[in-house]
């Protein structure tokens, strides 16, 4: 073997050795610092995720809640379309997004720090956990319940005070897992009192002081009015007008008793709808206000849930109160595609004559030249 040979074969074991030392740097050391890593991620959350068959692991989806803050007690549970439902102290819709949030919070939330191991009942008080101004319930199918109690803010670091049932010790979490798990109802409940899903709306009527009309529709297909005649109606204002009414949201909710209900004037509402979807789910709202601009406007919802009496802007009377003609079609040529077998067109320029116009001014041409003279001869 030739000295250059040897020479690259030298080259080609050093490489190999090379990569085999950096191979178990990376899976010996570097991976495993990474679990390491994430296990002490893992170890610092509030809920342990459940480990999966795979390897991998998967959050708790809870889907009941027992919230006490705010000197409320509310309990509410999560439905198989994936929306929430308070179900104590009264049965009405939930608000999505903030149930979400809550579970949200007690997914992801962390422990910053271990405050006490073992703390005495000086300690409890000094946290605010021997009377926890939030205790949180939370169920799921399959785990054990979880219950948490916070305590007052430490205003040091604006870390929370947080004790778990069955665990003594007192731990800090961020300050906002306390804001969000710090829900009473009126901040669980849904104030989308007049609002409802386009989606599966087969049927509206809309009947106010200044309009009375009803649109429906099979289900997938365009809406029509029914009401006060018959005609195409553009079903993409119609869905753009239910989205539009999200924006008016409840400031208040007040009980739904007989002598509010007389109080408020909802009885003999000033404009009345009903949305129909399917043939069992039907969601009534009424307004109600004083003829004085300053006077409050009232409003009862009465869906599937149960009933909802509450206040909202003044702008909710013209938003449930919409003219039919700003929902009409006004679609010129309408066809549907599976009709069509063959198009032709022909140009406007060849069906209608063009607007006459003055002939274009005629450049003008030189003069001739002047004949030569003629030569004479003597």
Do not use: C
């Amino acid at each position: 073997m030739s000295a250059r040979s040897k020479n690259l074969w030298t080259l080609l074991g050093a490489a190999v050795v090379a990569l085999g030392v950096a191979l178990y740097a990376w899976l010996g050391v570097m991976k495993g610092e990474e679990k390491e890593a994430e296990r002490k991620r893992t170890a610092e959350r509030l809920v342990q995720p459940i480990s999966q068959p795979d390897g991998g692991t998967e959050q708790v989806r809870y889907d009941r809640l027992v919230v006490k803050a705010k000197g409320d007690t509310t309990e509410l549970v999560r439905q198989p379309d994936q929306a929430w439902v308070i179900i104590r102290p009264l049965k009405t819709a939930a608000d999505v997004q903030t149930a979400e949030a809550l579970v949200g919070a007690l997914q992801y939330a962390r422990i910053r720090a271990t405050v006490e191991e073992k703390p005495s009942t000086e300690d409890l008080h000094r946290f605010g956990l021997d009377k926890p101004g939030i205790e949180v319930t939370a169920s799921a199918q399959g785990v054990s319940p979880l219950t948490v109690r916070v305590g007052i803010e430490n205003p040091y670091d604006a870390s929370a005070f947080l004790q778990r049932e069955g665990d003594p010790k007192v731990y800090a979490v961020d300050g906002s897992t306390r804001s969000s798990l710090d829900k009473g109802t009126f901040d669980l409940r849904d104030r989308d009192v007049i609002a409802v899903r386009d989606l599966g709306v087969t049927r509206i009527e809309v009947r106010g002081t200044k309009h009375d009309w009803a649109v429906g529709r099979d289900p997938g297909q365009p809406y029509a009015f029914v009401r006060p005649a018959r005609e195409d109606t553009d079903t993409a204002a119609i869905s753009a007008w239910l989205s539009s009414l999200r924006s008016t949201k409840a400031t208040k909710i007040l009980d739904d008793t007989p002598a509010e209900r007389k109080r408020t004037g909802v009885e003999k509402p000033q404009v009345e709808a009903t949305f129909q979807r399917g043939a069992t789910e039907t969601v009534r709202v009424r307004l109600a206000a004083g003829k004085a601009d300053t006077d409050p406007v009232y409003a009862l919802r009465e869906d599937q849930y149960g009933t909802t009496l509450a206040e909202v802007p003044r702008t909710a009377l013209a938003a449930l109160d919409k003219s039919p003609a700003e929902l009409r079609d006004r679609a010129v040529l309408r066809v549907k595609p599976e009709d069509v077998a063959r198009i032709r067109g022909k140009a406007i320029r060849d069906v209608l004559p063009l607007p006459s116009e003055p002939p274009a001014a005629e450049e003008p041409q030189p003069a001739p030249a002047a004949p030569a003279p003629e030569e004479t001869t003597s």
